[in-house]
C-alpha cells in the first residue's frame, strides 16, 4: 500500500484555499508534506518568558510574556465618532525587558476585556520604535490559560505540554495558528516513509521518521527536541550525500578520452622555460589533475585557491597536457576584461610556445586563442576556423565561446573560472561540444569551508593550494573608523601618496558607480544593513570620489576610473594603461575583484567598506601584494566601534586565512543566503541542519552515502529513500546538483 500520497495531499483540501493560500504564497508550503517540515524555530517554556530586551527592529516576531499594566486613554478625534478616540496601551514584562503594545480605535474592545495585568499570552506583530521606545503596534494575541473549562484545556493540550514551539511565521499568519495547521496534519506523520536505511538508524541511534516529526512539533522535554533534531539533521545530510554520491557514480560510468600529456612535448618545454619552480601545493594538485585526466571517465574536480595561490599556472599546465595528448583545452571566464587579462597571461608566459603555425613559433607549439562577444567579425571568423580545424590547441573566452556556431576539433578539458558566476546550463553547453564528454577543472579564490564544498560541490572531487608562490608579500590589513576619527581617513590618502611617490600604484574601490539616481533603494544598489538606519546617505560612488581625490587628497596624481557599465574597449584601455604604470590610482567598482593581476599594485582603500561581505573584501584585498612589496589594504568605514559590521571588518583585518575568513562568514550570514548563492539562487532545502556546527554529521553522511551508492547505486529496496530524494531533485535542485 503507497502510504505517500496523504503527504503530498493539497493544503488547500485539508486546511481550506485562504490559509493554504497564505502558506503557499508567503511560506512556500504547498503540501501536508511541506507543512510537517515547517519546524519550529525555537520553543518557549510556559514558566519561562522570552528576552523582551533583545528585540530585533523591524522583524516579525513572536512573544511569550505576562501584562503587567494596561490603560484606556480617551484623546480628541475629528476622525472619531463623537469626536472622541480611543488608545489602548499595554505594557508587557518578561522579566528581561518591558515591551509597550498599543490597540487603537474599533480594535482596543477586545483586548481591554481580555489582556488584564497578570495575564500571559503569546504575542505577534513587527517591532518598531515609538517616542524611543520599542513597542508592537495592533499585535495579534493568543492567550495562555490553564484553567478548567474545556475549551482552555484544549487550548493548553494542543500547545504541546510544557513547551510551546514557535514557528517561522510571517504578518499573514502568526506562529500559533502555523501551529494549529500543523496539529491538524500531525496525525498524517505516522504515514511519513523513512528515508534511512533501517541498519543505518539502528547503528546510530535514531529515532523513525514519525516519531521525530511528532517529537519536534509536540516534544514534552527538551530530550525530545534534541531526538528529533538530531534525526532530522541526519535525514537532510543523508539525502543530498546520496544524490550527490550518485551523480558521482554517474560520471565514472561516462566515457571520456584519457588524455596523458606526451614524453619531452609541450608540457615539458613550457616547466623547462619556467623562471621559477612550482611550489610543493603546485606540484601535488597538479599530480592529482594528471591522473584525473589519464583515467577513461571524464575528470570533476574543484580547485579551491587563496587569491594568488597559482591556480592559472596549475590550469595551464594541465590544459597543456591536454593539447599534449591530441586534444583542445578551453578556458571559461566570467567577463571579457578577465578573458582578455588570462589570454595575456597565457600568451606571456607560453612564449614561443604559443605561436604554433607562426614564423619563430617553437616546435611543440600551439595556438592561443581569444574568443569573446565584442571581438570584430574577421577576427572572430579566423578564431572560430581555429577551433574547428583544431589549429587552436588553447582557447579563451567568455560565454560567447557557449553558442551554437562554436565547433571544437576534439575538445579534451573545460576549465570554468570563478565557477559560482555560470549557470548550469552554460557549463552544461560547453561540455556537450566534445565528440565525448571532456574532462573539467572548476576554479574558485572563494575559499569555501571543507563542509560546504561536501554540501555544495559535493559532486567534485576537491583540490587545495593553500600555499602563496615564493615572491609574494604579506598584506597589511587596517580598519580606518572615519566618523570616529576623520583624521585616520587623512591619513589613509597619505599612505597612498607614500606608496606612488615610492613608486608603486593603488586601487580606490566603492560600491556604486554613481551614474544611478542617488537612491540607495534602487534596483542593484547594495543593499542596507539594518544597522545603517541612522545612515541614510547613498553608498559611496566612484565618479564622486574620483573628482573629490582629484581634486583634493590626491591632486596631481594619475588617477582613472573603472566600472562596470563602461565599453569593453574602454575597460580594456585602462587596465591597459594601470598594468602598464600610466595610472597612480585606479578608482573602481568591484569590477576588479576577479582575476586583475597588476604585481606593482601595493595599497587598496575600500570605501564604505561595511557594505561588502567578508569574502568579496578578502577577495578584492589579493588584488595587492602581489609583487615583491609588500601589501596594504584600508577599509573605510562610519560604522560605529560597538557595531556587528565593525566586528566584521576587524575579523577580516585581523586574518589573511581565507578558510577562517569564509567560515566567520558563514557564522554571521544565514546559512541559506550562502547556500543559496553557491545553488544558482535554489531555496535551500537544510532546515535543520547547519553545515559549520554540523561538521561531522555531514563527513559520516558522505561516508555512509558512498558506501550505499557504490552497493546499490538503483537504492533498490528502500522506496522512502528514493521519494525523498524524488522531493529533493526537484526542478530548482536539479539546477543546482547540475554543477558539471
Known amino acids: 500500500m503507497d502510504l505517500v ?52 527592529m523591524d522583524e516579525h516576531v513572536t512573544v511569550v510574556a505576562q501584562v503587567a499594566d494596561a490603560r484606556l486613554h480617551t484623546f480628541a478625534s475629528s476622525r472619531a465618532p463623537r469626536g472622541k478616540g480611543q488608545r489602548l496601551e499595554v505594557t508587557i514584562t518578561d522579566g528581561s525587558g518591558r515591551l509597550q503594545l498599543v490597540f487603537f480605535g474599533n480594535g482596543v474592545h477586545k483586548p481591554h476585556k481580555e489582556l488584564l495585568p497578570g495575564t500571559r499570552a503569546m504575542f505577534a506583530g513587527k517591532v518598531s520604535v515609538f517616542n524611543r521606545r520599542l513597542q508592537l503596534a495592533h499585535p495579534a494575541y493568543e492567550l495562555l490559560r490553564a484553567d478548567d473549562d474545556d475549551e482552555a484545556s484544549e487550548s493548553v493540550e494542543s500547545w504541546a505540554g510544557a513547551l510551546i514551539p514557535l514557528y517561522p511565521a510571517t504578518a499573514k499568519l502568526e506562529s500559533w495558528k502555523i501551529g494549529k495547521a500543523i496539529q491538524t496534519v500531525l496525525p498524517s506523520a505516522q504515514e511519513a516513509v523513512d528515508p534511512l536505511p533501517g541498519s543505518l538508524r539502528e547503528g546510530r541511534g535514531l529515532v523513525s521518521l514519525p516519531e521525530a516529526l511528532l517529537k519536534i512539533h509536540r516534544p514534552h522535554t527538551k ?32 566515457p571520456a578520452v584519457p588524455r596523458t600529456p606526451a614524453p619531452d612535448g609541450l608540457l615539458t618545454a613550457f616547466d623547462d622555460r619556467l623562471p621559477f619552480t612550482l611550489t610543493d601545493g603546485q606540484q601535488k594538485v597538479s599530480r592529482e589533475i594528471f591522473d584525473d585526466l589519464a583515467t577513461d571517465h571524464p575528470m570533476h574536480r574543484l580547485l579551491q585557491g587563496e587569491v594568488g595561490s597559482g591556480k592559472t599556472m596549475v590550469a595551464l599546465r594541465a590544459m597543456l597536457a591536454v593539447v ?10 566570467p567577463t571579457e576584461v578577465l578573458a582578455q587579462q588570462h589570454h595575456r597571461s597565457v600568451v606571456e608566459m607560453m612564449g614561443e610556445l604559443a605561436e604554433g603555425g ?112 615564493a615572491g609574494r608579500s604579506p598584506i597589511a590589513s587596517h580598519v580606518v573608523p572615519a566618523a570616529d576619527k576623520p583624521h585616520f581617513l587623512s591619513r589613509a590618502w597619505e599612505r597612498v601618496r607614500e606608496e606612488v611617490s615610492n613608486g608603486h600604484q593603488a586601487y ?16 542593484g544598489a547594495p543593499r542596507k544593513s539594518p544597522e545603517d538606519d541612522a545612515e541614510k546617505r547613498p553608498p559611496l560612488a566612484v565618479l564622486d570620489i574620483a573628482e573629490q581625490l582629484g581634486k583634493g587628497a590626491l591632486h596631481g596624481l594619475r588617477v582613472e576610473i573603472l566600472h562596470g557599465r563602461m565599453q569593453p574597449d574602454d575597460k580594456d584601455a585602462v587596465m591597459r594603461r594601470f598594468a602598464a604604470g600610466e595610472t597612480d590610482v585606479l578608482v573602481a567598482t568591484t569590477v576588479i575583484e576577479v ?36 601589501g596594504l589594504c584600508l577599509l573605510v568605514t562610519e560604522m560605529p566601534e560597538a557595531s556587528a559590521a565593525r566586528q566584521r571588518l576587524n575579523a577580516v583585518a585581523g ?6 575568513l569564509s567560515r566567520i562568514d558563514l557564522e554571521q550570514r544565514r546559512e541559506g543566503d550562502v547556500l543559496g548563492q553557491a545553488q544558482s539562487g535554489a531555496r535551500t532545502s537544510l532546515r535543520v541542519l547547519a553545515v559549520i556546527e554540523d561538521e561531522e554529521i ?11 551508492v557504490a552497493g546499490d547505486p538503483e537504492l533498490t529496496g528502500l522506496p522512502g529513500l528514493q521519494t525523498a530524494l524524488e522531493a529533493l531533485l526537484d526542478e530548482q535542485r536539479e539546477q543546482y546538483l547540475e554543477k558539471g
Not at 543523508?238 to 565514472?252: I, K, P, S
Not at 557549463?427 to 577543472?441: F, I, N, S, T, V
Not at 580606490?508 to 534596483?523: N, Q
Not at 586574518?655 to 577562517?660: Q, R, S
Open 223 to 254: 530530550a525530545d527536541i534534541e531526538d528529533a533534531r538530531a534525526r532530522l539533521k541526519w535525514d537532510e545530510a543523508f539525502v543530498l550525500q546520496v544524490a550527490l554520491a550518485r551523480r558521482r557514480h554517474a560520471e565514472t560510468q561516462l
Open 5 to 56: 500520497p496523504a503527504l503530498r495531499e493539497p493544503l488547500k483540501k485539508v486546511l481550506g484555499p485562504a490559509t493554504a493560500k497564505v502558506m503557499a504564497e508567503h511560506l512556500g508550503l504547498h503540501t501536508v508534506g511541506d507543512l510537517l517540515h515547517h519546524y519550529p524555530r525555537r520553543y518557549e517554556e510556559r514558566g519561562q518568558l522570552t528576552h523582551l530586551a533583545d528585540l530585533p
Open 508 to 523: 580606490v574601490v566603492c560600491p556604486r558607480i554613481g551614474d544611478e539616481e542617488d537612491d540607495p533603494g534602487k534596483k
Open 358 to 469: 607562426m614564423l619563430g613559433g617553437a616546435e611543440h607549439a600551439t595556438k592561443v586563442v581569444l574568443l569573446t562577444g565584442s571581438m570584430g567579425a574577421a577576427a572572430r571568423r579566423h578564431a572560430l576556423l581555429d577551433l574547428a580545424t583544431g589549429e587552436a590547441g588553447i582557447v579563451i573566452g567568455t560565454h560567447a565561446l557557449i553558442e551554437d556556431k562554436v565547433r571544437f576539433h576534439d575538445l579534451g578539458l573545460v576549465v570554468v573560472d570563478e565557477q559560482h558566476r555560470f549557470g548550469v546550463e552554460q557549463r552544461d553547453a560547453l561540455r556537450g561540444k566534445g565528440k565525448q564528454p571532456p574532462h573539467l577543472l572548476v576554479m574558485t579564490a572563494t575559499p569555501i569551508p571543507r563542509t560546504v564544498a561536501m554540501t555544495v560541490f559535493g559532486d567534485l572531487e576537491t583540490s587545495v593550494l593553500d600555499q602563496l608562490p
Open 698 to 708: 555531514i563527513a559520516q553522511a558522505r561516508q555512509e552515502a558512498a558506501a550505499l
Open 595 to 630: 582575476g586583475v593581476n597588476v604585481p606593482n599594485a601595493t595599497a587598496m582603500v575600500i570605501m564604505d567598506a561595511d557594505r561588502f561581505g567578508v569574502s568579496q573584501l578578502h577577495q578584492l584585498r589579493g588584488r595587492v601584494g602581489r609583487g615583491s612589496a609588500a
Open 324 to 333: 599534449d595528448a591530441g586534444g583542445q583545452a578551453v578556458m571559461l571566464a
Open 655 to 660: 586574518t589573511l586565512d581565507g578558510f577562517e
